[in-house]
C-alpha cells in the first residue's frame, strides 16, 4: 500500500505550477468553446458586435485565469514574484532578449504568413464579416492579452519552479508535452507545430531569464497568422 505524505516544500513547487497550469488552462478552454456564453453575446450585439466582443472577452478571461490568478497564487504559496517568473528584462541578458526576440520574430511571422495563406474556417477567431481599423485593433489587443497570460503560464509559473526543482531537460520536457496537448483541438498540424516552439520558446526562456522573447514572438506570430487569415477570407470585407 503507498502511503501519500504530507507535501513537502520540494512537492509544491511541482504540483502547484501543474495545477495552476491546468486549471488555469482548462477555465479558459471552456468558457471559450461555452455556447451558451456566445449565446449571450449574440442576443445582445448584432452580429459582428458581438463576434467581437465575445473573441475579446474570452481572451481578456484567459489573461485572468492564466496570468493573473496564477501569479496570485504562486506568490502567496510559494513565495514567486513575477520577477522570479520570467516577467523581467535582466540588464545582462538584455542583448540576447532582441536577438532572439527580432530574429525568431522574423521566421515565425514568415512561417504563420505561409501557413495563413490556406483557408480554415476556424481563423480569424473574430468571425465578423464586415471588419473596421477597430475591429483589427480590437483583435490584436485581444491576442496580446490573451498571449501575455498563456505565456506566463506556460513559460513562466510552468517552466521557473519546475527548472529549479526538476531540472531544465525534465521541466522543458514535461513544458512541451503540455503545450503540444494543448493543441490537440486545433488540428494536427498546431499540435506536431508546438512540439519545436514549444521547446525553442523554453530554451530562449532559460537562456534570457525572460519571457519577453516568448510572448512577444508569439504576439506576432498571432497577429500575423489573424491578419492574413482574414484578408484570405472569402466571406470577409474590410470597411473603410
Known amino acids: 500500500?503507498?502511503?501519500?505524505?504530507?507535501?513537502?516544500?520540494?512537492?509544491?513547487?511541482?504540483?502547484?505550477?501543474?495545477?495552476?497550469?491546468?486549471?488555469?488552462?482548462?477555465?479558459?478552454?471552456?468558457?471559450?468553446?461555452?455556447?451558451?456564453?456566445?449565446?449571450?453575446?449574440?442576443d445582445a450585439y448584432e452580429h459582428d458586435v458581438a463576434c467581437l466582443r465575445h473573441i475579446f472577452w474570452v481572451k481578456a478571461w484567459g489573461f485572468a485565469?492564466?496570468?493573473?490568478?496564477?501569479?496570485?497564487?504562486?506568490?502567496?504559496?510559494?513565495?514567486?514574484?513575477?520577477?522570479?517568473?520570467?516577467?523581467?528584462w535582466p540588464a545582462e541578458t538584455s542583448g540576447a532578449i532582441w536577438s532572439w526576440t527580432l530574429g525568431l520574430g522574423v521566421i515565425v511571422v514568415l512561417v504563420a504568413w505561409l501557413g495563413a495563406r490556406k483557408f480554415d474556417p476556424q481563423y480569424p477567431q473574430v468571425q465578423a464579416k464586415t471588419w473596421t481599423k477597430n475591429t483589427m485593433v480590437v483583435n490584436w489587443l485581444g491576442w496580446a492579452f490573451y498571449l501575455a497570460g498563456y505565456e506566463f503560464?506556460?513559460?513562466?509559473?510552468?517552466?521557473f519552479p519546475l527548472?529549479?526543482?526538476l531540472g531544465a531537460w525534465p521541466a522543458v520536457a514535461i513544458n512541451t508535452v503540455l503545450?503540444?496537448?494543448t493543441h490537440v483541438p486545433k488540428g494536427r498540424d498546431e499540435a506536431i507545430g508546438a512540439i519545436p516552439l514549444g521547446f525553442l520558446l523554453c530554451w530562449v526562456t532559460i537562456e534570457t531569464g525572460s519571457?519577453?522573447?516568448?510572448?512577444?514572438?508569439?504576439?506576432?506570430?498571432?497577429?500575423?497568422?489573424?491578419?492574413?487569415?482574414?484578408?484570405?477570407?472569402?466571406?470577409?470585407?474590410?470597411?473603410?
Do not use: C
Open 179 to 181: 503545450y503540444s496537448a
Open 1 to 42: 500500500m503507498i502511503d501519500f505524505p504530507p507535501l513537502t516544500t520540494s512537492d509544491q513547487l511541482v504540483v502547484i505550477p501543474l495545477a495552476l497550469s491546468l486549471v488555469g488552462f482548462l477555465l479558459f478552454w471552456f468558457v471559450f468553446h461555452s455556447p451558451q456564453i456566445k449565446a449571450k453575446f449574440h
Open 65 to 88: 485565469v492564466m496570468g493573473v490568478v496564477p501569479a496570485l497564487v504562486m506568490n502567496s504559496t510559494l513565495g514567486f514574484g513575477l520577477a522570479d517568473l520570467g516577467v523581467v
Open 163 to 165: 527548472v529549479q526543482e
Open 153 to 159: 503560464l506556460f513559460r513562466g509559473v510552468l517552466l
Open 211 to 240: 519571457l519577453w522573447p516568448a510572448t512577444l514572438v508569439h504576439i506576432f506570430m498571432a497577429w500575423t497568422n489573424t491578419t492574413v487569415r482574414f484578408l484570405k477570407h472569402p466571406e470577409m470585407n474590410w470597411k473603410h
